[in-house]
Nanobody
Framework: QVQLVESGGGLVQPGGSQRLSCVTS????????MGWYRQPPGKQRELVAT???????TYVDSVKGRFTASRDPANNTVYLQMNSLKPEDTAVYYCHAKLGGSPPSVYWGQGTQVTVSS
């Protein structure tokens, strides 16, 4: 069974930085897609960053230039480095992973709250 465990959320001031981590229960090389979603209060979950195996990460326009997704295969971990945070970045952030197959298997972490406020 695949598990994804996020950490690193918390309260941060506008303009600050935060790094989220997502540890997987198997090698990140097994997943052909990994990424980060977020769900702001009262809104739908939205895609933030996607990492397709063998390709550079892609980002939603609202975080381009501020957020960076990365992989650490040695520790089965993916990260989301968030800089220049804004109040509108406040959300529960979820790690997401997809294994190949027909249909593909999709996995989610439990979520970690990020609150940007002074």
């Amino acid at each position: 069974q695949v598990q994804l465990v996020e950490s690193g959320g918390g309260l941060v001031q506008p303009g600050g930085s935060q790094r989220l981590s997502c540890v997987t229960s198997r090698s990140i090389f097994d997943f052909y897609v990994m990424g980060w979603y977020r769900q702001p209060p009262g809104k739908q979950r939205e895609l933030v960053a996607t990492m397709v195996r063998g390709e550079p990460a892609t980002y939603v326009d609202s975080v381009k230039g501020r957020f960076t997704a990365s992989r650490d295969p040695a520790n089965n971990t993916v990260y989301l480095q968030m800089n220049s945070l804004k109040p509108e970045d406040t959300a529960v952030y979820y790690c997401h992973a997809k294994l190949g197959g027909s249909p593909p298997s999709v996995y989610w972490g439990q979520g970690t709250q990020v609150t940007v406020s002074s």
